[in-house]
């Protein structure tokens, strides 16, 4: 699991390892995710 | 032994730099043990260090036999008692391995730092890494069979 | 280390050249690269002078911590009155050149006059050799460093070069090392180019010393680590500073359509994920663990086969998002055009996204633009006018001195288009939903710009409790809140003011991690390095009074609150698109206002900006300017 910021309520959230797409569970804003480490996650754009 | 992998190198030149100050309390990249060589214009860097060698021919024509190798180590070490700073060693080494400081006209040559090298824990892309000739081995053979496997799972695929 | 480290003062006019040690005093009072820079701007160049005149001055400077194996330690700060702006011209640049000019046993240089003939400057040793120059003239960027390390014969020569731009006094020139690294703002390439002086170069052997080798080299180490296990850190080692498009673009803070949108819709492409089609893997400055910048190669399309490096996210905004290219490519072979020609990529991306709109609008046409139809996206157009912008041609010409000149000679209202502050391009984001932001390019001491402050750190979703423990007052977590933002924009400008001295990189400080080193850790570095004690608040100081002798420059220079501003879309025009956190978002005049008089008062000026007399007391700026040096 690697923590993400949503980028419109700013609130993180956890995303499972090699996860590509997932909405914040706060405001469901879904997003595109990439890694730039195999263990931290980071939002690429909407999805 | 101290593994280099020119892929990972960033040209960073942390590792000259720190090299000098843990050696020679100064930072001059001129008096670094390691020197990362470069192609600026076609973005290769090279990093260049004593390869420690099994046959070493700075051994062989040093003149003083000033130097020995490490047991502990395996780096080969120069014996300032006896080294007369003719820089044979210098001249006939194939890497470039050895240096000479020109203020003090010492001979300077990578010595494994007794086995925990400096240069290795300020490079943080792991361009340097401090191994046993084994783990090595191992690690380029796995290396080298993940990209085969990729190869072969491309292949089950499309059949 | 300190002490017996020199400056040049080097007449091109005469070829007179004086060496002389750089007081400890004034260590004590600006630490060395942009903060003693500062201070000989003010000192030594007179009032109002035209700064394409011989008695402009280039200001070259090392930081007083260069050479040092942590946080990016080679940056060198370089300045002069800027002939894009006429406030204060400063710019820093990475690379490996300030280092070596250190080896080369100095940390600064002064040079005046003109030359008669194209020169270069060798600073070799102890020695600084006016080299005859007129073979390298019309050379780009990268042959220039080429030619003359085979000129010197050695190849660990560093230069700082212009190119076209800078040889055709193009008034945002930049000045360029390596393949990537650029001083790229307010013009210090043109200041060059006015005194026929083509490159400095530097080599040297000369050892730096530092008071506290061993304890100073371990504590660099856990300077890295500290800086690479930020999440931010590890972000940027993998994709550059083009992560920060993945954040703005996506919630809708980026300037699209030179200032039409605030979000580039369907701009997959500039992902920074995609460098990966390109790059054969990443490249760092001198000293520097986090590695930020791509070696690119480009094997196909009409400017391939092409090596380059970079890009910024910067160039990203200003050959992407603001002219509506929406290619990786074009990105990649614009960022490789002006760094050919020395151009800076955010003046040249600024001025060209606005003669769009202009065409769009019909206020320039066909007849104006040579031909050429300007329409958005339009990425051979893009080249195109990059390569007439630094050689003058036809609307290059019209362009290249900058937007307060092109706005006199289009006018039809084209002013209301530029996005630009006291005569100086703005980044390619979209400041309307983040006060801070907005306040920062504002007041910014060298015109529109992100990186004299760049209050990001409220972008986090942090609680308010560790925004008040950072900035040692109340901030508002929220960061379309105008609460408490002066006080962020303050603090950063002390803290990069401070860094840019330091010779550091600001990426590896509070820029956009809160866990990075900053002033208890600068403290500990300089003691280590130079003996020097200095706590935060003496810090913080040094970083004031270097910041106010900024604004007396630009006070002497007629600059005021009134320049302190931003371009009227910013209260006019709502953010039309974007995630509701940036939607229709306008800045509150009155409340900016508001934030402005706060600001003032945090840097102890009065309500009109100007210093007060307790302030300058304060500062030990009391005296009239004198030439200490």
Redesign the interface.
Known sequence: MSEV????????FLVPLKTEVMACPYCK?K?RI?W??PN?A?????A | MLAIDPEKCTGCRLCETACSIHHEKTCSPERARIRVTKWENEGIYIPMVCQQCDIPICETVCPMQALRRDTKTGALIIDYKLCVGCKLCMQFCPFGGIGVNEETSKIIKCDLCSGDPVCVKFCKPEALQYLQVIALNLKKRKAAAEKFSKYLKQMLTAL | MVVNRKIAYINLSTGKITQKIVPKTLRTLYLGGRGINMYLLYNHLSPKIDPLSQNNILFVGAGLLGGIPCLGSGRCDIAAKSPLTGAVGDSNIGGFFAPELRFAGFDHLAITGKAEEPVYLLVRNGQVHIREATHLWRKDTFETQTIIREDEDDEDIKSLVIGAAGENLVRFANVRTGRKNSAGRTGLGCVMGSKNLKAIAARGTNPLEFSHPDDLLEYCRQMNDMITST?WA??Q???GTM?IY??T???GLIRTRNFQLNQLEK??DL?P?NIDRYSIGTSGCYGCAVHCRHRYILKSGSFAPLYGEGPEYTSLGAFGTMVDCRKMETILVANHLVNKYGLDTLETGGLIAWAMELYEKGIIDNNMTDGLKLEWGNEEVLYELIRKIAYREGFGDKLANGFREAIDKIGKGSEYYAIQIKGMSNLHSDERPTPSFALGIATSTRGADHLRSRPAID???LPADLLKEIYGGPVAADYNSYDGKSRMVWWQELLYAVTDSLGICKFQTVFCAVHAPQWKEFSRLIQLATDFKFSKDQLMQIGERIYTTERLFNLREGFSRKDDDLPKRYFKEPTPIG???ARNKVIDREKFSEMLDEYYKLHGWDSMGVPTTKTLKKLALTKKPTNLL
């Not at chain 1, 980071?42 to 909407?46: E, I």
């Open positions: 910021r949503c980028l419109n309520c700013l609130k993180r804003t997003y990439s730039p480490t931290q980071k939002v690429r754009g909407l | 999440r590890k972000a080692s993998r994709w992560i993945s954040n673009n996506t919630a701009g997959q992902e994920e972008m986090y979703g995630l509701p956190v």
